[in-house]
């Protein structure tokens, strides 16, 4: 009964908030039974819905506590502090070190611990100012106020906090891929609670019924967003509830599911165990659940003869009509990525045995293509220069029947002597050429492109500097569409003209996935020059979530201000450059095994065409 009235009080508001709720199905049982005992007369249970053998807690607390029940297409929370907010100034981890005193995560190098690498060289960091200094706290204080909490808990932050806008749209919600530099720059801090929240409470929408027009995609569908809504409990005047309103792409523009979404739920799952060392979250059945379902609807069998991922216009980042439908390299690297993750996490028993040999199989095949056939330098340029055409064999060259005269006039001034790139999508003949800079940097990130190519990749971003940096980090994609090509491919999109937005805008966000892949290489220079530009203007200009022109001289036209994530990569950039060995939470580091499967597979080997012995009777 001790824990009962402790309980109670904190309810009524009589203690102040602990530091954390458990959000454990444990922890939540307990809180949620002591609230039943409340107020049975509610008579309102816990819900739970069987799933691949596995079973979910859709939760709910019966009165007034901490808890989340679907009903009616939502997940509530009865709530009578309206406002709560936690306000504690340590978060506790999982090793019982508050955030204070919070160290560095040590890994082992391909297995072996103290063994020498590039992360071990010390803070890559500038030497700060009053000024940088000032402009790191505002962006922490910035990104502080962006945090949304659910029921008492923080659980993610919201898109953008301008508060002078007058066009909210969808950016007060809370978007899966724009919370991972927030819940990264958490983590560094020692902050682990939102980031536990956020894997958890985003695995409860996951098994919620998608529909449009009368039609669902499949199951294990993560969605883009989510909003907290408090609203009026219908059967006590004076009670309200909070609601979560998840978004898997019905509503949104150009009604697009969201691939990339489970794929960085993956990623942040593996970099929250590395981080917090808490593995208890990763083991639990409803995670491994929930990672399977993602794994299987990626992993399902179609109609497509590459192991890429097929995706329609708008699935990730770029998530407006841009011409980037089939297998975009953005979507092959997250991909790539998450596999690797996915493998390190799942649990050895006998009903993963199929799903991993299946992933290990793709593994092997997906770098193989996208090494392979994704690679373009100045000697492959040349060799589609002069490709042979309409080749019917088993051993033709020019696999994909490209044309040569697809090289675009612009590709041959700007493809530098020394350096390459992944290219941004591949189908049969049809390459597109465009430089697509996340899917780039995520390739060197997870060890998708070989240890070359990835310096030549960093290589291509010094030597077109001008280009692809110009006045603000970093460009999208380049270059932009113009003309009747712009009209073709975008429908005339009015947001996506010419260097703006998706077609050629920078965009700030993208310099923490900089500064992984040039810490990965040793060549943190390139992240500490684009730091620096960063630092000139982006407080000034509150925070843009993009910029325009082609030398990034203009805020965006239509960017919003205070952009969360703009802020968090600015953030996460200093975070890493000040310690170098936490960039390992999200570095995979090339497989020896996957190196020998490919070299033993030998996918160059020549084709011929099977005879059979004995006639088939018909």
């Not at 949620?32 to 979910?56: F, H």
């Not at 000034?540 to 036209?557: H, L, N, Q, S, V």
């Amino acid at each position: 009964m001790a824990t009962s009235k402790t309980v109670l009080q904190v309810l009524s508001g009589g203690l102040p908030c602990p530091h954390r709720f458990d959000l454990s199905f444990g922890g939540l049982n307990s809180v949620l039974s002591i609230c039943s005992d409340v107020k049975r007369r509610k008579n309102r249970g816990l819900v739970y819905k069987k799933l691949n053998n596995g079973t979910r807690l859709l939760g709910k607390c019966t009165s007034r506590g901490v808890g989340a029940v679907t009903s009616g297409g939502k997940v509530k929370c009865i709530d009578r502090w309206e406002s709560m907010r936690c306000k504690c100034q340590k978060a506790e981890s999982f090793g019982g070190a508050t955030a204070n005193e919070w160290s560095p995560v040590s890994l082992p190098v391909n297995g072996v611990h103290g063994a020498t690498n590039i992360f071990e060289r010390g803070s890559f960091a500038l030497k700060g100012n009053e000024e940088t200094q000032s402009i790191e706290e505002e962006a922490w204080d910035l990104l502080r106020a962006s945090v949304v909490s659910y029921c008492g808990n923080p659980i993610g932050t919201i898109a953008a906090n301008d508060p002078n806008s007058t066009s909210i749209l969808n950016y007060d919600q809370v978007f899966i891929r724009d919370f991972i530099p927030s819940g990264i720059a958490f983590l560094l801090k020692g902050e682990y609670d939102i980031v536990r929240n956020f894997i958890l409470y985003t695995l409860q929408l996951q098994s919620w019924e998608k529909t449009m027009d009368c039609y669902s995609p499949g199951q294990g569908l993560m969605p883009a967003s989510f909003k907290v809504r408090t609203v009026p409990l219908d059967s006590e005047d004076s009670a309200t509830e909070e609601v979560l309103d998840a978004d898997f792409g019905e509503a949104a523009i150009g009604r697009v599911a969201p691939v990339d979404s489970g794929l960085w739920w993956i990623i942040l799952l593996r970099a929250y165990g590395k981080c917090s060392g808490d593995l208890s979250v990763q083991e639990r059945v409803d995670v491994q659940t929930g990672m399977k379902m993602i794994l299987r609807l990626c992993l399902a069998d179609g109609f497509d003869m590459f192991p890429t991922l097929l995706v329609t216009d708008g699935s990730c980042m770029i998530d407006r009509r841009m011409g980037i439908h089939g297998h975009p390299l953005e979507i092959e690297a997250l991909f790539y990525s998450a596999l690797l993750c996915a493998r390190e996490m799942l649990a050895p028993e006998d009903g993963s045995a199929d799903l991993i040999r299946a992933l290990n199989n793709r593994l092997v095949a997906l770098s193989f293509h996208i090494r392979e056939y994704y690679w373009i330098d100045l000697k492959k340029l040349n060799e589609i220069y002069r490709y042979t055409t309409e080749e019917y064999s088993y051993d033709a060259v020019n696999k994909f029947n490209i044309y040569p005269d697809q090289i675009p006039p612009w590709l041959v001034e700007f493809m530098p002597n020394k350096g390459g790139y992944l290219i941004g999508n591949l189908q049969p003949a049809h390459m597109d050429f465009r430089f697509f800079t996340l899917g780039n940097l995520w390739s060197i990130v997870s060890s998708l492109a070989t240890l070359d190519q990835s310096h030549a990749i960093l290589d291509l971003i010094e030597a077109k500097w001008a280009e692809l940096v110009a006045e603000m980090p970093i460009k999208i994609c380049y270059p932009a569409l113009e003309g009747q090509e712009w009209r073709i491919i975008t429908g005339s999109d009015p947001k996506n003209t010419a260097w703006s937005y998706h077609n050629g805008g920078s965009w700030p966000t993208l310099l923490w996935q900089l500064t992984i892949a040039c810490i990965k290489m040793n060549r943190p220079e390139i992240a500490e020059r684009a730091v620096q530009l960063v630092e000139r203007r982006i407080s000034r200009d509150k925070w843009p979530e993009y910029y325009d022109t082609k030398r990034a001289r203009f805020i965006g036209k239509q960017a919003h201000l205070f952009q969360t994530w703009s802020i968090s990569g600015y953030l996460v950039a200093k975070l890493f450059l000040a310690n170098p060995s936490a960039a390992k939470i999200f570095v995979n580091e090339e497989d020896p095994e996957l190196v020998n499967a490919l070299i033993s597979a030998n996918p160059r080997r020549k084709r011929a065409r099977k005879i059979f012995k004995q006639p088939f009777i018909v």
